[in-house]
C-alpha cells in the first residue's frame, strides 16, 4: 500500500486551473533582399530580412520553365528577422550560353527576380 500523496501535493492538483490568452501580437512586415551567387555546378540564391516568414522562392529558365531546386525552411535570423537560401544545381550541358535562370522570390511585401546568364560564346578561328 501507498502513502497518501503529502497535502500540499494535494491541495495544488485541485486548486483552479489558470487559462492564458495569447492574442496576436502586431508583426510589421518587412521586404526581403536577395543576392544571386554563382558556383562551378550551381547557383544559390539567398533571400535575408523578412518579415513575416512565409515566402516562396521559384527557380525560373528564360522566364517561362519552372525549374526544380533544394530551398531551405525560412529560419530566424539575429534581430528577429528571417532568411532562407536555394539551391539550383546545373549539369554543364544545362548552362547554355544564351539561357536567362531567374529566382523569384514571392513574399507578402513584395516580389523581387534576380536574373543570370552565362555570356554568348564567340567562336574565332586562328589562321
Known amino acids: 500500500m501507498q502513502p497518501p500523496l503529502p497535502s500540499l501535493i ?18 510589421t512586415p518587412s521586404a526581403p533582399t536577395a543576392t544571386l551567387f554563382q558556383g562551378p555546378s550551381e547557383l544559390v540564391c539567398l533571400v535575408l530580412g523578412f518579415s513575416p516568414s512565409d515566402i516562396n522562392n521559384t527557380w ?6 519552372e525549374l526544380w531546386n533544394n530551398t531551405s525552411t525560412p529560419y530566424r535570423a539575429p534581430g528577429g528577422k528571417f532568411g532562407i537560401r536555394s539551391h539550383l544545381s546545373l549539369a554543364h550541358q544545362d548552362w547554355t550560353p544564351g539561357a536567362v535562370y531567374t529566382c523569384r ?10 536574373n543570370i546568364s552565362k555570356p554568348g560564346v564567340s567562336l574565332f578561328t586562328q589562321f
Open 10 to 27: 494535494h491541495s495544488s492538483l485541485s486548486s483552479p486551473t489558470l487559462t492564458f490568452s495569447l492574442s496576436p501580437g502586431s508583426v
Open 60 to 65: 525560373l529558365l528564360d522566364n517561362v520553365t
Open 105 to 114: 522570390v514571392t513574399h507578402t511585401t513584395q516580389t523581387l527576380a534576380l
